[in-house]
């Protein structure tokens, strides 16, 4: 089984430098429409791809982009919208940066999951949404390959958690732009990553 796991294209929260992890808002900009057309292309060789969607507005209209040129549905699900950054939501000052960056690093580099922002959630929920997810897919009895449009951070979390050849020192050092996608496949071995973001991996 092929697994595509989707960043949304560029959105307004993006350009707006907030930090925008619930609801329908800030969706895509004039430039994250044509990133998710140009997107649909590379996909066409796929005609009968899954395609889930966070439920965040940038990751829908990302998602029904692609859906509408491969001709297919769209699946909403909140297992791969962006994690909750609690009372950081809505702001977009550089001290509410700096804080989002420390607990990333806090959750990546010292492995200190428990750690949340108030009101917000810590990478074991993050965790303990996704995966099963993931794990509930691999375990049906179907081949046809799978396009996932979620949310970098969300994926810089949990991919090093489920790729066997992705780990959580390397993965600051990958690109993950606006459309980026990783390509997983389910192997005896477990699930490998590829390729990352036009980067072919072992």
């Not at 350009?15 to 292309?41: F, Y």
């Not at 699946?75 to 950081?88: F, K, M, N, P, S």
């Not at 303990?128 to 949310?151: A, N, Q, S, T, Y």
Request: glycine content about 8%.
């Amino acid at each position: 089984m092929k697994i595509f796991f989707v960043r949304h294209g560029e959105s307004e929260a993006n350009l707006l430098r907030v930090i925008s992890n619930r609801g329908r808002i800030h969706g895509l900009t004039n430039t994250g429409i044509e990133q998710a057309r140009q997107l649909a292309g590379h996909f066409r060789d796929f005609p009968d791809l899954r395609i889930f969607s966070s439920p965040l507005l940038r990751a829908i209209q990302t998602a029904q982009l692609l859906a509408g040129e491969l001709k297919t549905a769209i699946t909403i699900i909140d297992a791969l919208r962006e994690y909750d950054c609690g009372d950081l939501e809505g702001q977009s000052d550089q001290a509410a940066w700096d804080a989002h960056a420390a607990l990333r690093e806090a959750w990546l580099v010292r492995r200190e999951w428990h750690l949340r922002r108030p009101g917000g959630e810590n990478f074991f929920d993050i965790r303990d949404r996704f995966v099963p997810f993931l794990h509930k897919l691999l375990d049906e009895d179907d081949p046809r390959p799978i396009l996932m449009v979620g949310h970098g951070g969300t994926y810089m979390c949990i991919l090093p958690l489920v790729l066997n050849n992705i780990n959580f020192e390397e993965i600051y050092s990958l690109p993950f732009p606006n459309t980026g996608y990783v390509l997983a496949e389910s192997t005896p071995e477990g699930l490998v990553c590829k390729e990352w973001c036009g980067i072919t991996k072992d």
